[in-house]
């Protein structure tokens, strides 16, 4: 079974910063593409950031400017960094990467990881 490991939630201080991981695991195949969605309580889900394969890397309105996405080709791990949060921040984060399996193309989602901004 293919899985998306997350990894980096947890409690965040106000004004801190957030280092989520993304990597595949069951799978050898590469990581050409991720994105990165959150989902606070009683809130549908809403695109933070996304680094396609091919074309301009595009976040959110309340993400740009104090986040970053990005791929690591190597440790294939995919990462999404977001500095000066609040509380509006609160909410679980998922991965969804793009693998490819020889020619073809396969989209995944990671079980989402709770991060908490609070004092």
């Known amino acids: 079974q293919v899985q998306l490991e997350e990894s980096g939630g947890g409690l965040v201080r106000p004004g801190g910063s957030l280092r989520l991981s993304c990597a595949p695991s069951g799978t050898t195949s590469s990581m050409t593409a991720i994105a990165w969605y959150r989902q606070a309580p009683g809130k549908q889900r809403e695109l933070v950031a996304v680094?396609?394969?091919?074309?301009?890397?595009s976040y959110a309105g309340f993400a740009r400017g104090r986040s970053t996405i990005s791929r690591d080709s190597a440790k294939n791990t995919g990462y999404l960094q977001m500095n000066n949060v609040g509380v509006e921040d609160t909410a679980v984060y998922y991965c969804?990467?793009?693998?490819?399996?020889?020619?073809?193309?396969?989209?995944?989602w990671g079980q989402g990881i709770q991060v908490t901004v609070s004092s």
């Open positions: 680094a396609p394969r091919l074309g301009t890397i």
């Open positions: 969804n990467a793009e693998l490819r399996e020889g020619g073809a193309y396969r989209m995944y």
